[in-house]
């Protein structure tokens, strides 16, 4: 009798375990992002080869570069409203579809010569720009809604440090592709692993209330601690709560928000130079071949990858110390953005491996101080989670404009990329600025 007596109440102990699903979701997040900064980044691998093939200048190259910027800003808002008026899951589904389609679609420019080819390339991008835009918002909707206020931070330092992942893990592959295949099969090979993830997006990717393998106590646990549960509840007309586009200006109106958006103007402006100029900067600046580049290119990025992740844990750990929400988050950013500034320095050194030092020093910081989607989970109002998110990408990728077309400026007219890597540095000490004066105390805005 005992032991029947043991026996179940060891089961109903195991059944009040918490599972652990949002860990999963995470997982799935990570590598979703990996893909998305990848194909991204295919344009500054191929680069080179398609400039000496299409016969385009340090500002063509510039405007192609930023084409995705264009599409994806415009987009922002909305994308967020899609996500907010039917659901991450089906929203971001569609996403990685076209996203992946367009991208497969530019390893076709090489067949068109002349403006042609270079309008085309210009108009794949600006394309793949649309269909990402919704990616990082839904990213940190779907954090929201699966974390607790506790493990926010690392669960979106996970995500966020997927951009850095993405260079490691596919910066050599495409690197080996355009030297022994040509710059078309960078798009191809991307293009189809893209359409073959929605199918894993599709399996794996639910509500907390609706997923397959949660129990009841991981659902009370992420509730109680704060997570959006019922963030995506689907009404009877099978779709979620819409939101009222008039909160964008009470957004706008709010001093924190406001330097939570400058802020992630300039991180965004470190990451988007390491992802379009940083490669050719190794080639055309530091007379790297092709491949070479490709594989110093990923050596700056385990850094930033070790630094995301880093960056999300401290924060998390200063909550779990008692430290508030506002220091645990501030303390990563800035320290990470004076990290970001050593870019500078290779300004000065001659020494290819010192240069590659110093950018991953750079990237390490930039990787610790990106907690502007863990700021954006913990401060946007429950109501429009998915257009205050598309808000702040807004924001934060005028910088996916501005910066490659800028250094492309700088590069042209001066003929050097030193004035380049001081307009990059500087950004990250406006981030800090902005953090530590117009930011003040980080808490959820209620509408």
């Excluded at 080179?48 to 415009?74: C, H, Q, R, T």
């Excluded at 930039?366 to 109002?381: E, H, M, R």
């Excluded at 800028?406 to 990329?417: K, Q």
């Amino acid at each position: 009798m005992d032991t029947n007596n043991n026996a179940a109440a060891a089961v109903a102990a195991e059944a009040q375990k918490p599972t652990s699903v949002r860990w999963l979701v995470v997982v799935i997040l990570f590598l979703i992002t990996v893909i998305n900064y990848a194909d991204r980044a295919t344009i500054s691998l191929a680069g080179p080869a398609i400039s000496k093939e299409l016969g385009m200048n340090s500002v063509d190259m510039g405007y192609v570069l930023s084409a995705f910027g264009w599409a994806y800003v415009a987009c922002q808002l909305p994308g967020g409203w899609l996500l907010d008026r039917f659901g991450s899951k089906k929203v971001y589904a569609a996403s990685i579809f076209f996203w992946s389609l367009f991208t497969l679609f530019q390893g076709f420019v090489g067949f068109l010569t002349g403006f042609t080819a270079i309008a085309t390339l210009f108009a794949l991008r600006f394309l793949v720009g649309a269909a990402e835009s919704p990616s990082f918002p839904a990213n940190s909707r779907i954090v929201a809604a699966w974390f607790p206020a506790s493990e926010r931070g690392t669960a979106s330092a996970i995500f966020n440090s997927a951009q850095y992942a993405a260079t490691v893990f596919f910066a050599p592959l495409m690197g080996w592709l355009v030297h022994t295949y040509g710059w078309h099969y960078v798009f191809t090979v991307m293009g189809v692993l893209g359409i073959l993830f929605v199918l894993v997006w599709q399996k794996f990717i639910h509500n907390p209330k609706d997923h397959p393998y949660i129990n009841q106590a991981e659902i009370d646990y992420i509730a109680k601690g704060g997570a959006l549960v019922n963030m995506d509840q689907v009404g009877k007309n099978g779709k979620t709560e819409g939101p009222d586009l008039k909160h964008i200006k009470s957004l706008l109106q709010n001093r924190m928000m406001v330097g939570i958006y400058v802020a992630q103007y300039c991180i965004n402006a470190l990451t988007f130079f390491f992802i379009t100029w940083f490669p050719i900067y190794l080639v055309q600046a530091r007379g790297m071949t092709i491949l070479k580049a490709g594989f110093a290119a990923s050596v700056p990025a385990i850094f930033g990858f070790t630094g995301g992740v880093l960056g999300g844990v401290l924060s998390d750990y200063l909550m779990k110390r008692g430290h508030s929400l506002t220091v645990a988050r501030k303390v990563p950013i800035v320290l990470g953005m004076l990290l970001s500034m050593s870019m500078i320095v290779c300004n000065y050194v001659d020494n290819p491996t010192v240069v590659i030092a110093f950018m991953a020093l750079s990237f390490f910081g930039k990787g610790l101080g990106a907690l502007g989607w863990a700021v954006n989970s913990d401060t946007a109002p429950k109501q429009i989670a998915g257009l205050s998110g598309g808000l702040m990408n807004t924001c934060g990728n005028l910088s996916s404009i501005t910066t490659p077309i800028a250094i492309g400026y700088i590069v042209n007219t001066t003929g050097s990329f030193n004035g380049a890597l001081v307009f990059v540095g500087l950004h990250a000490f406006v981030a800090i600025v902005s953090y530590l004066f117009i930011v003040g105390e980080i808490k959820r805005v209620e509408l």
